[in-house]
């Protein structure tokens, strides 16, 4: 979590770091500051709340002039959200400015040595380390400063560092955190994410870990480990600044949603040729594949609950074991991993701590490591031995919507390839499976087009303290995430329900008008599904069913969304989509912040 940019050029720096700052926004948001390098003075300024309040102070910039400068977004892991916690933080002296993505995990122990020289601590920051302690080292070379503090550290940082020696020079340096180093003419950037600097330059490289970038207006140079001069390939980004825009939607969520249709084209239409899968994945050998004694699936939150649906698929479709797994819990159980294990990572941005941890705890173990990520070029990208990238195009709102929905058609073309090449589907289903998918965006469209059903429900869910979400199977899978979207936006208190496990124990919650989501599957199940919505109902529930065109529902449900027909296996892609626009417009009509909820963040870079 936290943003953090950095500019050196020939223009004022603080507007452009604002503007910034702003596209980081959704990593981070309970208070911002900027410090600007004046020839060879540090000037800095903060503010507790949003960056708002900031610009507000700075006068959009033009309190703060110069030409070089670093800037930040805060997401508090050390010390309330407050002034004197905002970034950027500077050394005793005023020489050094710092801000700061990550976290430092000894910082007590460093804390307590600082002190002991004498240095006094403003903050209760784990941040303010860095500016200390790199005055400390600091002899009249940075690098040698940055390489000894890096001896030091323990922990995942991003740092944009300023130094009053250093005119016209921004510092950037590296380790387990997100940092894009952008270029221009007569100009260069730092940023934790693409979209901060997309409106400049769509021209970047990525530093690795332990490399310290030194930007000037005209030249970037970067340093390995051991002090040698590093050549960086660079690459064009794809997007250009409007994706990174709202477009004309009133906020990135609805953009997002709307832009769900074209995610999941893009991340199945390139991989089908006729009913035969090609993801671009080379790793995954029929040798391989029919060894496989369990594939397991890690993630964390929504890219969880696409990990749970994922179960279901790929174990009707490759027969193969496949256990879910939250990425929190997976890197500190012992699972049972051998050369034979397949993991599958999924992730948006590529950067959540647990996932990495639990990515690289499994290739410790000898698994194969494949990755389902958004964020080119991003840890997880980088490290797993294949990855399948999911074609949604930067993702804003701090809730999910169109990178999950980009993950769940990654795991269909996944499941058809595995299937195909061990055999375990017929070449009449997998063109009835083929099919399915390539008409699943333009269901998804026409799902997307209709809300006035939904805005109504909204309005009758609004006001409740309570919701269930209930399903069997798949829907349970699609019921997770339509909870998680509510509770995360709404702050509306929600539980979703394997159907079954209702009555076990919760349905002594279900009371007069508790609103209770119902997913309804035509097939088997529907009939069971019935019986559980007879049951709440006759608890006093308000029910809202999504149910497929085909089933028949009458008295049971007080409100009925339909959902089109699709393949069995695809239909939690398509249930889920009236489940975010209810979370949406309940989120609106309680006048909550859509792309920013409060205590979250975009990118979880903490555990
Ligand atoms: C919820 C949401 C989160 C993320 C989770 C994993 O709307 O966005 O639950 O799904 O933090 O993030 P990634 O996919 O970046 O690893």
């Known amino acids: 979590m936290c943003g953090i940019v950095g500019y050196t050029g020939y223009r004022q720096c603080t507007p452009i770091l604002l503007e910034g700052l702003k596209s980081l926004e959704y990593r981070g948001y309970d208070s911002s500051g900027i410090a600007v390098l004046e020839n060879d003075s540090l000037h800095v300024e903060k503010a507790e709340g949003r960056l708002a309040v900031l610009a507000d102070r700075l006068q959009e910039g033009v309190l703060l002039p110069g030409k070089t ?47 002991g020289k004498g240095y006094h601590f403003v903050s209760d920051t784990d941040t303010e380390i860095f500016a200390h302690l790199l005055d400390y080292y600091f002899r009249g070379n940075i690098l040698e400063a940055i390489y000894k503090m890096m001896r030091k550290v323990n922990g995942a940082y991003a740092l944009g560092i300023l130094c009053d020696e250093m005119p016209g020079t921004v510092i950037a340096v590296k380790k387990d955190s997100p940092l894009v180093v952008g270029l221009g003419k007569d100009e260069n950037f730092i940023a934790s994410d693409v979209p901060a600097i997309l409106k400049h330059t769509r021209t970047v490289f990525y530093p690795e870990d332990g490399e310290i970038v030194i930007l000037r207006p005209d030249s970037v140079e970067v340093y390995g480990k051991d002090g040698e001069r590093i050549e960086k390939e660079v690459e064009a980004v794809a997007w250009d600044a409007s994706a990174a825009e709202k477009g004309g939607y009133p906020h990135f969520m609805m953009k997002e949603m709307m832009e769900q249709p074209r995610a999941m084209a893009d991340t199945i239409l390139p991989r089908l040729a006729g009913s035969v899968a090609q993801p671009e994945i080379s790793g995954l050998s029929e040798a391989f594949l029919r060894n496989v004694d369990k594939i397991y699936i890690v993630a964390c939150g929504s890219a969880y609950h696409v990990g749970v649906a994922a179960k279901y698929i790929l174990e009707e479709m490759t027969g193969k074991n496949v256990e879910p797994d939250l990425a929190s819990e997976f890197r500190y159980r012992v699972p049972i991993l051998t050369e034979h294990s397949l993991v599958i990572i999924i992730s948006q941005s590529g950067e959540t701590a647990d996932s990495i941890a639990a990515m690289r705890e499994a290739k410790r173990r000898g698994a194969h490591v494949l990755s ?19 074609w949604a195009g930067p993702e804003i709102a701090v809730a999910t919507t169109k990178a999950y929905s980009a993950q769940l058609c990654a795991v269909y073309v996944l499941a058809l390839y595995i299937a195909e090449i061990l055999g375990t589907i017929n070449l009449e289903e997998a063109e009835r499976f083929a099919a399915a998918l390539r008409a699943l965006p333009e269901k998804a469209e026409e799902l997307l087009s209709e809300h006035s059903k939904i805005q109504y429900a909204a309005s009758r869910l609004s006001s409740s303290h309570n919701i269930f979400f209930i399903g069997r199977n798949l829907e349970f899978a699609a019921a997770m995430e339509g909870s998680l979207k509510l509770k995360e936006i709404s702050y509306i208190h929600s539980e979703a329900y394997a159907a079954g496990e209702l009555k076990h124990g919760t349905i002594s919650l279900i009371e007069e008008g508790t609103p209770v989501v119902a ?9 069971k599904m019935r019986s559980n919505i007879r049951e709440v109902k ?8 999504l149910a497929d065109v085909d089933v028949e529902i009458g008295e049971e449900a007080d409100v009925v969304l339909r959902i089109p027909k699709t393949h069995h296996l695809l239909r939690t892609s398509l249930a889920v989509l009236p489940l975010q626009l209810l979370a949406y417009y309940v989120a609106l009509v309680r006048g909550c912040d859509i792309d920013k909820p409060r205590n979250l963040a975009k990118s979880v870079t903490v555990e």
């Open 519 to 527: 997913l309804m599957t035509s097939g088997a199940l529907t009939d």
């Open 372 to 390: 389902i990520v958004n964020v080119l070029g991003s840890t997880i990208a980088k490290e797993s031995d294949d990855v399948l990238y999911t």
């Open 69 to 115: 400068g670093i800037g930040h977004t805060r997401w508090a892991t050390h010390g309330k959200p407050s002034d004197e916690n905002a970034h950027p933080h500077v050394s005793e002296n005023g020489k050094i400015a710092v801000v700061h993505n990550g976290i430092i995990e000894n910082y007590r122990k460093l804390k307590e040595e600082l002190i």
């Open 538 to 545: 006759a608890r006093g529930a308000f029910v809202l069913a």
